[in-house]
Each structure stands twice: as C-alpha cells, then as structure tokens.
C-alpha cells in the first residue's frame, strides 16, 4: 500500500482512511506496519504500547459501593484521570498511525535510511525540549526572545524549506523572506501621490499551530461512504489537497513552538509568507480595483494611491483586512479570509513627489526616485577611507583587510550608485580596479 495515500485521522469515534475498504475488506493492521524499517519502529513506538495490564473486573455492586464512598473531589481526581489516561492512549494510537505518513515524508526529505533523524526531531518538538530561549536587545530597549532549535531539529526544518516549503508558490508583489529585494518592493510606488505603510505586530507568534495545520491541508476533503467493522465509519477521500492530515500535523509539530511559529526557526520566515497568501490576495484584489498598489516586504506592509490624500475608507479597509475582520467600506470586497489574526503597528500614511522625503526600509523616495540616507553615505565613505588606509600601510592580505572588504561590498550591495554623489562612486571604482 502507498504511504502516499494511507493517512488516517480519528477523532470521536470517526475513522477517514484514503482507501476505500469494503466489509469483507481484511487489511493485515491497515498496513500501519507494512515496509517499516524496525530501527523507526523500535524509535517511534512506545515499548510498553498497547498496555499489557489487564483490567480488573468489578461486579456492579462492588463499583457502586466504591463510588458511593468516594467525596467530590475524589471523584473529580478519579474522572480527571481516567480522561488524561484515555487521552493518553489515543495520542499514542494515533502516533502509530502516523507511521506509514512519517516514512513517506521522511522519503520527500531524502531522508530515506535516515528516518530516525526525523523521529527523533519530532520528539524533541512535541516534548518542549527541541529549543532553547535566549533575550537580545532590541533598539526601543526591549527585549526580543529568540528560539534556538536543537541541531538535529534544525537540520530537518532546513529539509523542510528546501523540499517542501520552497515549492509553494508566492504572489508576485511579496518580497524578503521568499525571495525578492527591498528596491524591488519600494519601486511599484515610486509614481504614487500618497502611501500608507504598517507593519505586522508579533509577525511570527501571531501564527499559531491551527493556522499552519489548516494551510496544509488546505483543498482535502473526505466523502463519508459508510461503515467499517466496530461501527467505524470510513470515507474516500475526494481531493487530497497539499498533505494528508497525519503530514500535516508532523510538518506543523515541527515547524512550531508552544503552538505558534518561532522567532529563530529556519522554517519560519517562509511559513509566515505562506500563511499570510489570503491577506496578499485580498489586498491586492482591492488595490486592483480601488486603482492602488500593493506590495509587502517581510512583515512591512505598503499601498499606494494616485491620490494626494489618502483614501480615509481605504485605509480602514486595509487594516481590517490586516486584523482578519470584515468590512463594509467596500461591499463587493466583504471578506473574512482563512488564516491568523494579525496586530498592526507603526501606522505612517505620507505624501510623495511633493519635495517631501519619504523614509521606506532605510532608504529615502526623493522626487521618484530611490536615495541612500545620509548615514549611509557617511558609513560608507568611511569605510573607503579605512580600506585605502589599510592599502597605504601594506595590510591587503590580512584578516583584518579581507574583513573590511567583505563589509564594503555589503554596503555596495545596498547602495544607491544612480543617486549616490559622483565622487563616492568613483572612489570606490578605482578602489574595486586596484584591488580585482
């Protein structure tokens, strides 16, 4: 049987399977440990599952007299554990359920011979153990909590960008995490008369586990077509949609941390670009036909109008879209799409083309076009001067010169040279001749 096509989700009494079995239908343990490599099995599965402890038979009359003996709060603790352990004992059935999924993910992830990398990552992210938590300054003064994967966890969660992740497609308008640079974002705006820009709050906590699961398996739907033995209804799966629900949930226990995306994940960056496609289309769907534009870079959100005030209802209407509420400024775009719910911050609406300087991502739109601050001049000029420095004094083969001529190509990646000063430029050619 294909692990492709085998994934099972129970919940409540209901059983989905992707194969259609009829009642004379007898598959050996549905295939769960069909082409199992034993060292996943030996990892995956628990020694002491299913539970070999009999249950002891009481008499009605025996139960009865025990209960009645029993106070509340005994009685809450008794009901309390008997809930915990049945929970217990569907997690762990439904974690060897998800074997046949986690040996063709494993494959995706090439991955094969290696499962136990997989198994062991998923551990580590279920139990709370697969990060660690460190505090860095940021400018305000404030905090901000970094979450370090382990490495092994790491490791899978860069399998995941590059064989998963990196196949979902992306708007044409969205820039940073998935590909594309800053000129690339700011430049639709340029012929703009006014613009608006915000910034998505707690961009990468705001998406919770649920969001991710949901994303996954996005277009699955299961047509229930009767009953299976135990009285077990089972369904034929209509459309499978990106993942079954079994890879889906590994690929979110994965790519999460305490239910939401974290900051520190290599996976999380791309994830929060895919969970937010809903809000990209829906702006860019009012933008089209409000006669704006609409492009976001990371979680820096911009919309443009051909207008010297910016549209009051416009601006309502993108911020709802934004929180995930509907609006009724525009009706024809009354819309609650699927996805997380997002805080906004650093609001700033400004005029452009009027001789005013507008700040976007640290660079400046002078007069329809693209400027370099003046600290950036100044940092980069100074960074000349110290490379020639170095030259004068027959330091180029050091670390220290290597050092400082990587940084000075960084800045050039960053530079303006249509709009930087003629002399800037052409200091550093003769240094760039002098040096290749």
């Keep these: 049987m294909d692990a492709r096509q085998l994934s099972f989700w129970e919940d409540d009494g209901i059983m989905f399977l992707d194969e259609d079995f009829s009642s004379d239908d007898e598959p050996e343990e549905f295939g769960f440990f069909t082409d199992v ?60 359920k998800e074997i046949p999924s986690l040996i063709h993910l494993a494959k995706e992830l090439k991955l094969t011979r290696k499962e136990e990398m997989l198994v062991e990552a998923l551990r580590l992210a279920r139990n709370g153990n697969g990060y660690r938590t460190i505090t860095v300054p940021k400018k305000n003064g404030e905090g901000r909590e970094i979450n370090i994967p382990a490495d092994i966890l790491k490791r899978v969660q860069r399998r995941i960008n590059k064989h998963l992740l990196s196949y979902f497609q992306h708007s044409q308008n969205i820039f940073g995490f998935s590909g594309g640079s800053i000129v690339e974002a700011i430049t639709p705006h340029l012929k703009a008369k006014s613009i608006l820009c915000v910034d998505v709050m707690d961009a990468f906590p705001s998406v919770k586990f649920d969001d991710v699961f949901d994303y996954l398996i996005e277009g699955r739907t299961v047509v229930i077509s009767g009953y299976y033995r135990d009285r077990h209804r089972y369904g034929k799966v209509h ?117 005013n300087t507008v700040r976007l991502l640290g660079l400046n739109i002078i007069e329809g076009k693209i400027h370099n601050t003046r600290d950036f001049k100044r940092r980069l000029r100074l960074s000349i001067h110290h490379l020639n420095w170095l030259s004068r004094r027959g330091l180029e083969g050091t670390e220290q010169f290597k050092t400082a001529w990587l940084k000075l190509q960084g800045q050039m990646a960053f530079a303006r040279t249509d709009t930087l000063p003629p002399k800037l430029v052409e200091a550093y050619s003769e240094l760039q001749k002098r040096l290749t």
């Design 37 to 96: 490599p034993q060292s996943v099995l030996d990892a995956y599965v628990p020694e002491d599952y299913p539970p070999t402890e009999e249950l002891e038979e009481f008499s009605e009359e025996k139960a009865f007299g025990i209960i009645k003996s029993m106070t509340v709060e005994e009685m809450d603790v008794l009901l309390g554990e008997i809930h915990e352990k049945k929970q217990q004992e569907k997690r762990e059935l439904s974690y060897q």
């Design 239 to 355: 459309d499978y949609g990106y993942f079954s629900w079994y890879v889906a949930r590994i690929i979110a226990d994965l790519t999460t941390f305490k239910g939401r995306l974290p900051q520190g994940a290599p996976t999380s960056p791309r994830m929060f670009d895919l969970m937010c496609r809903n809000m990209d289309k829906a702006l860019t769907k009012l933008a089209a036909s409000t006669g704006g534009t609409y492009t976001r870079y990371a979680d820096n959100i911009f919309f443009s109008m051909d207008e010297e005030e910016f549209p009051r209802p416009i601006r309502q209407a993108i911020l709802k879209i934004i929180e995930n509420r509907e609006f009724s400024s525009y009706p024809k775009h009354k819309h609650r799409h699927p996805g997380p719910y997002f805080d906004w911050h650093k609001l700033k609406v400004r005029r452009v083309n009027d001789g």
